[in-house]
């Protein structure tokens, strides 16, 4: 439920507070310690959203952006992202006690490991991610992401606490 938000409305608020975020990183020697907790939700949720219609599941872990992946789930749970929370806990279980290391190079490691089952679950996963939008109205990350910093603003008389 998009909260009656057209898909572009959803879709530009996201890409908005990306541009925002983006420039507010330069401005800081890319320092994420800048931004502020919803800044951080954007960011951790759309850096997924980019590794894993790029890559699938595998390439969203291979890079750096894996290291964040605990934090990438609180966004998630931030933005009532329920579906695609549960989609990525279930790609967690591929990983030793279901949690990648937060070391990239331990990672890879981790993911040369996980045999053929483990990345045919990933593959299989990915897939279910990229069809989320069609099978799942209102669940993609768009939606989630757009719906969560609407409704902020709607409900907030100031923008974002500014950190720097």
Known sequence: MNAGYSEEELEQAVFRHVEGINRKLADNDYSIECLSDIEKTVLFAYEMELEVKNG??????????????????????????ERLLSLFEAALSVFPGGAPSPDREERWKQLDQIGDAGAGKLEQLSQEYFGMHEEHPGQDIYDKLGTYLLSRQKSSTRPDDEMC
């Open 56 to 81: 699938g599941l595998h390439q969203y872990f291979y890079n750096s952006t894996g290291d964040s992946w605990k934090e990438m789930m609180n966004a998630l749970r931030a933005i009532g992202a």
